[in-house]
């Protein structure tokens, strides 16, 4: 089992940046492929980007490539989301999720585990 907690949510204004971070317990968590969804209110969860348990491959939803990236660091057992040029439709509820399997998907139910999430909202 991975335990995820969500940090680094908060208010900012359209151009502003965020960092979230996601701090993961438990099992060996570099062997965790890691995955970042939000979720807006009235709608699904959608994916945003995912990272491999190397760091070396990575995947991003088409409305966040160029602005968002994601990164890891094992040694810290931490993933994290750096979101530049920040959109009012990036607001949403963000999630950490990890799956056991390799492979980057962008389907929820694939991701074995979920940490509760973290608020960002852009005003504009």
């Known amino acids: 089992q991975v335990q995820l907690v969500e940090s680094g949510g908060g208010l900012v204004q359209a151009g502003g940046s965020l960092r979230l971070s996601c701090a993961a317990s438990?099992?060996?968590?570099?062997?965790?492929?890691m995955g970042w969804f939000r979720q807006a209110p009235g709608k699904e969860r959608e994916f945003v980007a995912a990272?491999?348990?190397?760091?070396?491959?990575?995947r991003y939803a088409d409305s966040v490539k160029g602005r968002f990236t994601i990164s890891r660091d094992n040694a810290k057992n931490t993933v994290y989301l750096q979101m530049n040029s920040l959109k009012p439709e990036d607001t949403a509820v963000y999630y950490c999720a990890g799956r056991d399997q390799s492979g980057l998907t962008t389907v929820v139910p694939l991701y074995d585990y979920w940490g509760q999430g973290t608020q960002v909202t852009v005003s504009s």
């Open positions: 990272i491999s348990w190397s760091g070396g491959s990575k």
């Open positions: 438990g099992r060996t968590f570099s062997s965790v492929v």
